[in-house]
């Protein structure tokens, strides 16, 4: 599914784009344009003179979309089955009497294709009228105004003045279709994107057509609400503002918004996505597409996992609290924390603390969990500085696991990096080896642990007691978790968005994390403040950036070797030998 | 020689619709003849070399259809039997099947022999309650007397039949929407290609044929192809076809002739001229309400498929209506756009969103609200929906639409200057 032939035609260039001629792909004046030799697997054809070889079954539209000629649609998703309804597509194919439409025909040999000219225009632009007279066209309120594509083939396409004068067909407005979509049956165009996603893709058949005519009307099934997981996605394959995501209405204009490309942290699938920014404020999360991970896809859970950072309260501070106090006291309320402290001294306190347990207790009275949710710098990192430098011989992971691998994209395991952390040989995510380490916390043997992005209270059985036995709590994160709360230590790092950083998914394929957002008081990438504890330990002057930090991991790691952070790019690139059975490559439509 | 009326030969008799009466009129002797002196392909190419053309509205030559079917046999062929028959001034088919069933599923047998296809399927809109009462029924006579089943006549052919009712949408009469609705799915017609002959009722061949088409199979069995090719005019235009005529005549029903009939002859003859002798005739769509009308001063035509194409309309379904002088057109074109719009599946745009504009320029003119560009206006809508559509329905609108307004421009033209109906006005209402 991987094969890059096959994808050239699926990545649609954005509908607003006009008609621009590729490179070196323009005819030369006066010559006749000649349709170039092909291989067995292959088709040339002419497009607006323009010669185009495209592999056999491939659509006239798709390639067009190789030439650099835009044949604008709405209906037609490269994700989902060709439904062939918009018409908006229609172009003139030499020697058929008829307009065709470039979706569902087959570019053939010799083929002469006219995308552009006055016949094909005309009826693009009767087309867009007939989708407008019956549409609101309430565009100054449209969520969907920025990226709607009735607006921007009206521009491009349209008649730009209006011959109807009846009375509108009404419908529906803001009608709740789902937990959360909601539907605007006026702007609805009938492409049916909507109906063939949660045919096709999501498999859950919510959708359907009601009604004929003009009175045609998409909607959900009585009690059965468009509330599957994957529920988002029929927003984001609606061409108009039809659809639309509840969390994000009227939260910000579009062009507003700044769209970072990164990775979905709320499962090991790591979706490629886009994160959207406005004044610093994370307010949507869209699936990118990338047909090795996900496709043009991502759960919705995914899309509001950015929502936890605003709804807990953030760590900005490094905070110092006073020695704990000696074992077997009574308990009682917790002291109050100390004035808030610079880093400087919250890491000399840290080192401190955690060198005088190895003293008094020796080496094996310490003891780190470290969270998959890192980056993998982060975790190399720490694996350096507490393993190597601070001479803590145990560190363990904690696996985080709910639900089941679905058929789609959702994996059970719900962090974005175990992958990762087995290939840098800190052994894969294990609730066990968490537990042993708890267990000797309770008996006395661990005196002094530290924690890197988790909160110790949220695994199971575990009580804010045993944490109190503790001579050495040093926590890094990004939240007041209530293992935050009782930490000796601690320090605020970076939360979902706020870092560059790599991780690897469950198919071992390494992809970006990147900062969209400045993080919040002092807080720091957690890779950062480990090289700055490991300083403390000797460390030298290294890791100057996420970039150093995974190039020596390439250096350093034999999975990694070859990679570097640049080259990943924005679609990430497989790690070396941890390549995934194919089974587990991104579900297509109909698979 | 004089034209010996087939089709209709049974109709009229008592109990018509039994095998009983059936056989007593030599019924089934074709489907003997072609089980034991045709192979299949020998039957294809007898109906071939008739030059039947299909009735359903198209006119497609059916031996030739039969052929497109792919030659090697990996899944299994079906024949699908389009009894959904719902166009406007169009009844033919209803009459075949409540009337003579057995005619039709003897050309049944034959044609699914032909095409070696052991399961058919009658897909018969929903509301022929009698109809589909009636030709389930002859399902059950003609198994019982041996001519559906496991080895029909001895001759080792098998066909099963399964009648299924339709949910009355007119747009499950356009073949592959039917094969949609057949599947249980919402009756909308798919792209093409592939055709149905290649990829048709769940995912196999499929030969999609008219009632009446397949009742001429029956003729054509019974008599011969040189018997039905010299019916009619030669030698596209063979056979004998159902004539429906309704409207502004003394006698509208179902007529029996050779294709190629006047159609003056038709409607002066058979039934019996103009309904008030006061009232001449203003126009006539020959081919059923989805065809371009003709004015009076056009309608010296004959009725077949090529001398209808060149007076500029086509036989259609052969579902003539006829307007007389007390018409207004813009009001018959009203109904006429109403009950597309109604109908309309709204797949696809053009169709969905122009049909219904149309109705609302329509309803303005007719009320008096019309504006002079309306007249423009109604046949750029039409020039923007032929064409341009997934299925032949968006043709079903824009033709009459485009052929009204060309042949009668004057008329609308009055509704919007006078701001009124001149014929309601003239009549006081």
Known sequence: MSDPQSLQPRLSPPPHQPNVPAPGAAPVPGAAPAIPPTGPDEVALLIDDRPVVVRKGATVLQAAEKAGILVPHYCYHPGISIAGNCRMCLVEIEKMPKLQIGCATAAAPGMVVRTSNDRVKGVRAGIQEFLLINHPLDCPICDQAGECRLQSYEKDYGRGFSRFAEEKVHFPKRYDIGRSVLFDAERCIKCTRCIRFCDEVSKSHELALFSRGDHTIVGAFPGRPLDNLYSGCTVDVCPVGALTWKPFRFKARVWFLKNVPSVCAGCARGCNVNVATFRNRIHRMTPRVNADVNDYWMCDAGRQSYETLYARPRLEQPIVRPLPALPGAPEGPRPPAEADSPWDGALDRAAALLREVARTGGRDSLAAIVSARLSLEDLYVAKRVLGDLAGIPRLAIPSHEEGEDDHLLIRRDKTPNGRGAELLGLGAPSSSRVREILDDVASGRVKGVVVVGEDLLALPGIAPPLLDRLEALVVIDWWKSPTVERAHVALPSCGYGEFDGTVVNFQGRAQRLRAALRPPGEADPAWRILRDLGRRFGLANEYASAPSVFDEIAVKVPAFAGLTFRALGDAGAPVSGAAAPRSAGAPRAGA | ?429
């Not at chain 2, 048709?200 to 003729?219: H, K």
């Not at chain 2, 039934?271 to 309608?299: Q, Y």
């Open chain 2, 1 to 429: 020689m004089a034209f010996e009326p087939l089709l209709t030969r049974n109709i009229h008799r008592e109990g018509s619709e039994s095998i009983d009466a059936y056989l007593a009129s030599g019924g089934y002797q074709g489907l003997r003849r072609v089980l034991k002196e045709f192979t299949p392909e020998k039957f294809v190419e007898e109906v071939k070399t008739s030059g039947l053309r299909g009735r359903g509205g198209a006119g497609f030559p059916t031996g030739m259809k039969w052929g497109f079917l792919p030659k090697g046999r990996e899944k299994p062929r079906y024949l699908c039997v389009n009894a959904d028959e719902s166009e406007p001034g169009t009844f033919k088919d209803r009459l075949l099947i409540e009337k003579d069933p057995h005619l039709v599923l003897e050309g049944i047998i034959a044609s699914a022999y032909a095409i070696e296809c052991n399961l058919a399927f009658f897909y018969i809109r929903g509301e022929f309650h009698q109809g589909c009462r009636t030709f389930e029924k002859a399902i059950a006579e003609a198994r019982a007397r041996g001519f559906l089943g496991k080895n029909i006549l001895g001759s080792g052919f098998d066909l099963e039949i399964i009648v299924y009712r339709g949910a009355g949408a007119y747009i499950c009469g356009e073949e592959t929407a039917l094969l949609e609705s057949l599947e249980g799915k919402r009756g909308y017609p798919r792209i093409k290609p592939p055709f149905p002959a290649v990829v048709g009722l769940y995912g196999c061949p499929t030969i999609i044929n008219n009632v009446e088409t397949l009742a001429n199979v029956t003729l054509i069995a019974e008599r011969g192809s040189a018997w039905f090719a010299g019916i009619g005019r030669p030698p596209k235009n063979t056979g004998p076809k159902l004539f429906c005529i309704s409207g502004h005549v003394k006698r509208p029903g179902v007529y029996e002739a050779p294709l190629g009939i006047p159609f003056l002859e038709l409607l002066n003859e058979r039934a019996g001229g103009m309904l008030h002798p006061s009232r001449p005739l203003k126009a006539a769509v020959p081919g059923g309400s989805s065809m371009k009308i003709l004015p009076a001063s056009k309608c010296d035509v004959l009725l077949d498929f090529d001398s209808l194409a060149a007076a500029g309309t086509s036989l259609g379904s052969a579902g003539g209506m006829v307007m007389d002088t007390g018409t207004c057109i813009v009001g018959a074109l009203l109904n006429l756009a109403r009950f597309y719009a109604h109908e309309s599946c709204g797949q696809c745009t053009p169709c969905r969103e122009g049909t219904g504009w149309l109705v609302k320029i329509l309803s303005r003119l007719e009320r008096g609200d019309g504006r002079p560009e309306d007249v423009g206006l109604l046949a750029d809508i039409a020039f923007r929906i032929e064409g341009n559509t997934v299925c032949p329905f968006g043709e079903a609108i824009a033709w009459p639409v485009d052929s009204y307004v060309k042949a009668f421009r004057e008329e609308f033209e009055d509704h919007a200057r006078r701001k009124a109906c001149p014929m309601r006005a003239a009549a006081g209402a």
